[in-house]
């Protein structure tokens, strides 16, 4: 997802963060259950989305109207041709293109909270099944409906900033993508005019440019299908660390505190290695934006110039959100991503960056991120 530039994958890229924070945190509100009072008869429900919705919505700032269909079905129109034009250009630096490229949908934000709502809860979905399973206190069905306010929030002013996203189509409940539909590209419209309007960019351009960033998503996913079945392998991972959070909160407090470090650190490892995952695939997407942008791409300076700038235009509420909600670290997954992107290639080749695509053995730790030589050194 690109917010100019943030959530470029689904906002799970925040909660597509999300993918793992959603995991881990059920996992961590789950296991609370275990010190409080059931209720049998309680909502068990994890998140009430029809909640979560209605104040995303109403914190969105865009009137319930919004794009009319016949506008709607133009812009996809037009983003397809786009993507079209330059999807063989990514083989200026990625390989195997052409490659198939899934069709571009306009959403206004209403239907940019509606989709990412369809995509969380196909991710939370196992969650919800187990949840069901135990009882619910008063405590817990409080911090829920807590819960539900802070996602709408989140998802309100989320919809406010994104530009453009990829949805591979990650689900813990079947590891067959197919069961739960096609990958998708997105562009948030509304956002965009905004930016255009705002920084007086000219409108197509800045289309292609953002286009770039999301067709690099659809090929890395596309052309490297060990990519989505390792992800999905970290995130039911760090589910069942969640849920062994849970049965040991049974345990009497020594055995308890015997086992929680071990189950804590299986914990910090995988989402340290979904961390680096993630900052490869958005770095690398904006190392393909900028390298083959500048190329191909009118004005290419004013409008890294120009979303730079937005990017530096939050309000301090906005700010504070960030930095509370992990959307701040989110942005900084670009930022160490493409450095690592420009370093191995500036002491290799492009070859040599793009083995990070070999296997999941090939992807760089964090260590490795902020230190590429030692990539380089592992690799060699």
């Excluded at 996913?221 to 849920?243: C, N």
């Excluded at 070859?351 to 695509?357: I, K």
Aim: charged share 25%; glycine share 6%.
């Amino acid at each position: 997802m690109i917010e100019a530039v943030s959530p470029s994958l689904p906002p799970t890229a925040t909660v597509r963060k999300a993918v793992a924070a959603g995991a881990l945190g059920a996992g961590a509100i789950l296991s609370l259950r275990a010190f409080l009072r059931p209720d049998a008869k309680a909502e068990r429900r994890l998140i009430d989305w029809e909640v979560v919705r209605a104040v995303a919505v109403e914190r969105c700032g865009e009137p319930p109207r919004g794009l009319a269909r016949e506008k709607r079905e133009r812009l996809g129109v037009a983003y397809d041709a786009m993507a079209a034009e330059l999807a063989p250009l990514l083989g200026e630096v990625a390989d195997r293109v052409p490659f198939t490229v899934p069709p571009f949908t306009a959403l206004d934000r209403h239907g940019w909270i509606d989709v990412n709502i369809t995509i969380v809860q196909r991710l939370l979905d196992p969650v919800e099944q187990l949840r069901a399973q135990i009882p619910e206190s008063a405590v817990t069905a409080l911090s829920r409906r807590m819960m539900d306010r802070y996602v709408g929030e989140l998802f309100g002013l989320m919809s406010r900033r994104v530009l453009g996203q990829y949805d591979p189509v990650l689900s813990l409940a079947a590891a067959d993508a197919g069961a739960h539909g096609e990958p998708a590209l997105y562009l948030v419209e509304p956002n965009v005019a905004l930016v255009q309007r705002k920084e007086r960019l000219d409108g197509d351009p800045l289309r292609r440019w953002l286009i770039l960033h999301e067709l690099t998503h659809a090929w890395q996913f596309g052309e490297h299908p060990w990519l989505r079945e390792h992800i999905i392998s970290m995130l039911q991972e760090m589910l069942a660390s969640g849920l062994a959070v849970d049965k040991m909160s049974m345990l009497r407090s020594r055995d308890l505190l015997q086992r929680l470090p071990d189950t804590v650190r299986t914990q910090l490892r995988v989402v340290s290695h979904v961390q680096a995952i993630m900052s490869v695939l958005e770095g690398y997407s904006n190392f393909v934006m900028h390298r083959v942008g500048r190329n191909h791409v009118p004005d290419a300076d004013s409008l890294e110039a120009a979303l730079q700038h937005r990017r530096q235009q939050r309000t301090l509420l906005e700010r504070l959100v960030f930095a509370l909600t992990g959307l701040e670290m989110k942005l900084r997954q670009y930022e160490v991503g493409e450095r690592f992107c420009e370093a191995v290639v500036q002491r290799a080749d492009l070859a040599t960056l793009n083995r990070v695509w070999e296997d999941h053995t090939a992807m760089p730790s964090m260590d490795e991120l902020k230190n590429p030589e030692r990539w380089l050194a592992r690799m060699r």
